[in-house]
């Protein structure tokens, strides 16, 4: 069965460290990967997607990788308003839903 | 630009009560996913519309029904309303053709009492 699998659950960084988060998956013909952010109480801002391996794609601080088994959010010098939960999806052969990871939690503090 | 629509914002239920969840995709989507997202949680799948079709279940309740009508709005229809049915309630909608986005609503959050 499809399945996401995000790592950290939970990251603290200071301003200006830059890491990165993790989204391994298994997915039956994959026909793209998604990178959200989520604020608390709002709906998933979406920010990428990456549709096949050694795919990259940036906005602002974050940078989005893809490999065959995973996917990597790179955020360079992050700021205090990053602080997010960072979600990932993948949309298989099945059309018809999304596989979420259960996100990391970013705090980025000054 | 348009995006996702969904009403109410917010709503607070009796145990027991019926609710009705509205959502209005962005024009020339043809694909809308309905999520429940509780505390802490990723959003979970409930189920899913291809022009008006429904395509897929997840985890929804028998208690809750869903339909996507001739202008492609859909609706989420919860009844007997139970306490575990209060969450962040999303809509998001796609085009299946470039389903290279798909964008989220702001949500209903759903109180049962």
């Known amino acids: 069965e499809d399945q996401v699998t995000q790592s950290p659950e939970a990251l603290r960084l200071q301003e200006g460290e830059s890491s990165s988060l993790n989204c391994s998956y298994t997915v039956s013909g994959l026909r793209g990967l998604f990178w959200y952010r989520q604020d608390p109480g709002k709906g998933p801002e979406f920010l990428f997607t990456l549709y096949s391996a050694g795919e990259e794609k940036e906005k602002e601080r974050l940078k989005a990788t893809l490999t065959k088994k995973e996917s990597f959010l790179h955020i360079t010098a992050p700021k205090p308003e990053d602080s997010a939960t960072y979600l990932c999806a993948v949309l298989g052969n099945n059309f018809n839903k999304f596989y979420f990871g259960s996100g990391t939690k970013l705090n980025v503090k000054p | 630009a348009a995006g996702v629509i969904q009403s109410p914002r917010h709503l607070i239920k009796e145990k027991r009560e019926t609710a009705t969840l509205k959502c209005y995709p962005i024009p020339r989507h043809d694909t809308v996913y309905w999520y429940q997202q509780g505390p802490g949680q990723d959003p979970q799948f409930l189920i899913s519309f291809y022009e008006k079709m429904q395509s897929d279940k997840g985890s929804i309740p028998d208690r809750f029904s869903a339909q996507q009508f001739s202008d492609y709005h859909s609706e989420l229809n919860m009844s007997s309303l139970e306490l575990g049915d209060s969450a962040l309630y999303f809509c998001?909608?796609?085009?299946?053709?470039?389903?290279?986005?798909?964008?989220f609503g702001p949500g209903t959050r759903l109180t049962v009492l």
């Open positions: 998001a909608s796609t085009r299946r053709d470039s389903y290279n986005e798909q964008f």
